[in-house]
């Protein structure tokens, strides 16, 4: 590679650290936002002493599938939240971030491989870009999943409270 795709290559790197900081950001204050949502209507509810039994069969099975999707929600943002790391790809790329650093038994065993496959720095960027932007790109997915599910739940949820009897 050249140097200015190097270049560009380390700037792509850059921005795909800061995406990764602003997902984690975005899942932390969804999955705060469906835990105090969720709990204030289910404290709300065990504290008046409601429950499902009270709607139509069809009430009831929305309810239970909305309940069922809010939980899916917030495990969604909990797996966008979730670290990623591989300790898998070393052999194939050679040593390229903290991850396969951290696959060595020893320190000595670490200088040797660094030593022996001797990585340039086009290749390094190039791969810890490859690597982090798939993990972006899975945090923005549970991210986006946890949001439609979160609607879904609430409109599941609103119309079982709306079907009566």
């Given at each position: 590679?050249?140097?200015?795709?190097?270049?560009?290559?380390?700037?792509?790197?850059?921005?795909?650290?800061?995406?990764?900081?602003?997902?984690?950001?975005?899942a932390s204050v969804l999955l705060a936002a469906l835990?105090?949502?969720?709990?204030?209507?289910?404290?709300?509810?065990?504290?008046?002493?409601?429950?499902?039994?009270?709607?139509?069969?069809?009430?009831?099975?929305?309810?239970?599938?909305?309940?069922?999707?809010?939980?899916?929600?917030?495990?969604?943002?909990?797996?966008?939240?979730?670290?990623?790391?591989?300790?898998?790809?070393?052999?194939?790329?050679?040593?390229?971030?903290?991850?396969?650093?951290?696959?060595?038994?020893?320190?000595?065993?670490?200088?040797?491989?660094?030593?022996?496959?001797?990585?340039?720095?086009?290749?390094?960027?190039?791969?810890?870009?490859?690597s982090l932007s798939h993990v972006v790109l899975k945090?923005?997915?549970?991210?986006?999943?946890?949001?439609?599910?979160?609607?879904?739940?609430?409109?599941?949820?609103?119309?079982?409270?709306?079907?009566?009897?």
């Amino acid at each position: 590679m050249s140097k200015k795709t190097h270049e560009m290559a380390q700037r792509m790197l850059e921005e795909a650290r800061d995406d990764v900081k602003h997902a984690d950001q975005k899942a932390s204050v969804l999955l705060a936002a469906l835990g105090i949502g969720f709990g204030a209507v289910l404290g709300g509810q065990l504290s008046a002493g409601w429950d499902s039994s009270s709607l139509s069969a069809c009430g009831q099975v929305l309810w239970w599938v909305g309940v069922a999707v809010a939980v899916l929600a917030v495990a969604a943002s909990a797996l966008a939240v979730w670290p990623r790391y591989r300790l898998d790809d070393r052999p194939k790329y050679g040593v390229t971030y903290w991850g396969h650093a951290a696959a060595f038994d020893d320190p000595h065993q670490l200088r040797t491989a660094l030593e022996e496959q001797e990585v340039n720095s086009t290749a390094r960027v190039a791969h810890q870009l490859w690597s982090l932007s798939h993990v972006v790109l899975k945090k923005y997915r549970f991210v986006r999943a946890a949001l439609v599910m979160a609607a879904t739940s609430g409109l599941l949820l609103g119309f079982a409270a709306v079907i009566v009897r």
